[in-house]
């Protein structure tokens, strides 16, 4: 049955500007290898097993699409997608990848490059969501205690049942975010959602889940490994 | 060399009352095997490699001992602990905990059953700042975004670099815990230092390690068994 949904033109950007510093290795994290496989390739098949009819942009520092492109051919990995050139912070980046969508209406979601077990089922419940009206934000309960530091060094508790760690999809409709983005970058602007809910437009919280972790530390690669074979 | 610390009698009381609910297993997940051993009996030897020094209490719901004792008898697990039965909550039972030191002064860390890759680096420091005055509380910084749910079902983007989540152990001088958990129960002690705190001492943040993770989920189950293959 096709629904209004599958009607809307679908984009997705995958941003993958990270370095390898918190990794200790040389190369980029999103091309560590899991599974003997570059995270961001499982990353992008995400998006294609959801649908796909999902437009993919990739979001690449300029430095590295040579070194992708030889990882496509030696993976013999084809999905159709367009790259272009990361800035200098995720902001620029993100505003990039919309510049390079020509349809004026239609979804994004915008995701971590480095979040390659994202489910299927969230990505389609994040572009439900942002298809109904608000922008949709991928978000789980904190496991542990929260604390909060002040600048004068001290350190007070809080409720962490009142808090939600931010995944990413994040998803919007175009136009709203387009606009959105025309805000001069601010310090604040800590994910996608902060640029939107700055212009005025409230994001709704769907329920994210553990396995959707961006990897960033060796610990989180470990992990990735493990899990990989667990699904396999 | 023997320093102040060594001569300074020390106590861990380790709270093992966790169910298997988040788990979706019967089994509490103290008790779950991570390397064909369970998870709190690593979490009892980092204490033990930290110094043999240390007397151990392990806090254990009633109705969980007879297994307990059945897990030691199959794995030879003879480390010499005191077992305490645990309470309704974590309060009462870290308050079992306590109960169960008869010494006067001297120090104590309080840790998760369920968090068996706490360094050994990690104990000692927390013993360390511990000796010093100030409580000591690991704590890590949150590598994703972070959002406030406020009552009315809105949510904000808060900055991530002012909150820390926080780990165990959390490790005290005796007389000033003992003299905090003799404060009626509040909704809002979220972990030891939070009672702590409430009775006007305050607590030190020192650094915990992505590998000092609670176990929870399966996911973390997924790591645990890849972690611990990676470390042997």
Redesign the interface.
């Known amino acids: 049955m096709t629904t209004p949904l599958d009607l809307t033109p679908q984009f997705a950007i995958i941003v993958a500007g990270g370095s390898g510093n918190r990794m200790g290795t040389s190369v980029p994290k999103q091309f560590l290898p899991v599974g003997g496989v570059p995270i961001l390739m499982h990353t992008l098949t995400r998006f294609f097993e959801y649908s796909p009819a999902v437009q993919l942009i990739l979001v690449l520092p300029q430095k590295d699409q040579s070194v992708w492109e030889k990882l496509c051919e030696r993976h013999h990995f084809q999905l159709p997608l367009k790259i272009v050139a990361g800035g200098a912070t995720r902001f620029q980046s993100v505003k990039q990848g919309l510049a390079a969508i020509e349809a004026a209406e239609g979804l994004v979601a915008i995701h971590d490059g480095v979040r390659p077990f994202v489910p299927v089922h969230t990505i389609r419940e994040s572009f439900e969501v942002a298809y109904q009206g608000n922008g949709a934000?991928a978000?789980v309960a904190?496991?542990?205690?929260?604390?909060?530091?002040?600048p004068d060094g001290?350190?007070?508790?809080?409720?962490?049942t009142?808090?939600?760690?931010?995944?990413t999809p994040q998803t919007f409709r175009l136009p709203v975010i387009r606009k959105s983005f025309e805000q001069p970058e601010q310090s604040?602007f800590?994910?996608d959602?902060?640029v939107v809910?700055s212009d005025g437009n409230?994001?709704t919280?769907i329920e994210g889940s553990?396995?959707n972790i961006?990897i960033?530390?060796p610990?989180?690669l470990?992990?990735a490994?493990?899990?990989l074979k667990?699904m396999s």
């Open positions: 934000v978000a904190l496991k542990d205690s929260i604390r909060l530091v002040t001290t350190n007070q508790s809080m409720d962490r009142q808090f939600r760690l931010i995944q604040s800590t994910d959602a902060s809910e409230p994001v919280l553990y396995q961006k960033t530390t610990e989180d470990v992990w490994e493990a899990y667990l």
